[in-house]
């Protein structure tokens, strides 16, 4: 169940042929090469169509018109990043002023009593 199963091999292998060694007497088992295996036959390659459709080119105008519209891109998002640290700044320093309000209610709490 858990062993793997291999895909049967495409070409068989080769035939070994014994071989007799002169000088020691022993049979060796040599592979014989065989016959190259028929080419097989398969479609070719599809080849990519031309797109129709045209290339950007880009006119003094519209360049002008690229360039205003990343100016602009940029600026929101500089206005949106320095607002939200605007925000964080502002709440911090109200947390601030809260810690030190309370701290010195609780203090002259402790030495009026």
């Known amino acids: 169940m858990f062993t793997p199963k291999y895909p049967l ?15 020691e007497g022993h049979t060796l088992a040599v592979p014989v090469a065989s016959s190259p295996a028929p080419a097989q036959t398969t479609a070719p390659a599809p080849v990519p169509a031309i797109s129709a459709r045209p290339t950007v080119q880009l006119t003094p105008g519209g360049l002008i018109a690229v360039g205003a519209g990343g100016t ?3 600026l ?8 939200m640290l605007l925000a964080v700044a502002v709440t911090a320093v109200a947390v601030a002023v809260c810690a030190v309000v309370l701290r010195s209610i609780l203090t002259s709490r402790h030495t009026n009593h």
Request: charged share 5%.
């Open 9 to 23: 091999p495409d070409t068989p292998p080769a035939p070994a042929v014994p071989v007799v060694s002169a000088n």
């Open 76 to 83: 929101v998002v500089g206005t949106v990043l320095v607002s």
């Open 72 to 74: 602009a891109v940029v």
